[in-house]
């Protein structure tokens, strides 16, 4: 989604990342990104092997590791905000996640959404497009702005 030259992205249920996730990803000031399992939890935890496979397969869910690799690899220099979301009750934990992303993050918030309640309200920013003016070259530092709840 896109408002006031700010973009958002939704990525969950995918499995894995394609080119044109990659593609997207690296347009966006804000994403609520998938970051379902831990590989390590979900190899000795609870689940039959056909589930395993299901989840962690190519139209299952995105692991914390393959979110964290279209973070670091793809992420546009705008990217202000990361909620890492989906997170497996059985399979996961938000340790886990803050551990791995906390130290990736830069000057990205990286936060991770609760089941249980709302998340906060976020504004996004983006700077104006560089506009030329007749008789000198300037740049339009207004911001455009973007709420998203």
Do not use: W
């Not at 939704?10 to 990803?25: E, L, M, N, S």
């Not at 139209?59 to 497996?88: C, I, M, R, W």
């Not at 700077?127 to 070259?137: D, E, G, Y």
């Amino acid at each position: 989604m896109s408002g006031s030259g700010v973009n958002a992205g939704v990525i969950t249920d995918i499995g894995y990342a394609c080119k044109r996730v990659q593609k997207y990803f690296s347009l966006c000031h804000a994403v609520f990104l998938e970051s379902n399992y831990c590989d390590e939890m979900l190899r000795n935890g609870s689940y039959p092997l056909h589930l395993q496979q299901r989840i962690s397969g190519d139209e299952g869910h995105l692991s914390n590791t393959q979110a964290l690799e279209l973070f670091q690899y793809y992420k546009s220099p705008d990217l202000q905000l990361l909620v890492l979301s989906h997170l497996s009750k059985n399979n996961n934990s938000h340790q886990v996640v803050e551990q791995l992303f906390a130290p990736h993050a830069g000057f990205t918030s990286v936060q991770i959404a609760s089941r249980y309640k709302a998340g906060p309200v976020h504004t996004l920013y983006a700077t104006a497009t560089p506009v030329l003016n007749k008789k000198k070259r300037s740049t339009d530092k207004t911001k455009q702005q973007l709420s998203l709840f």
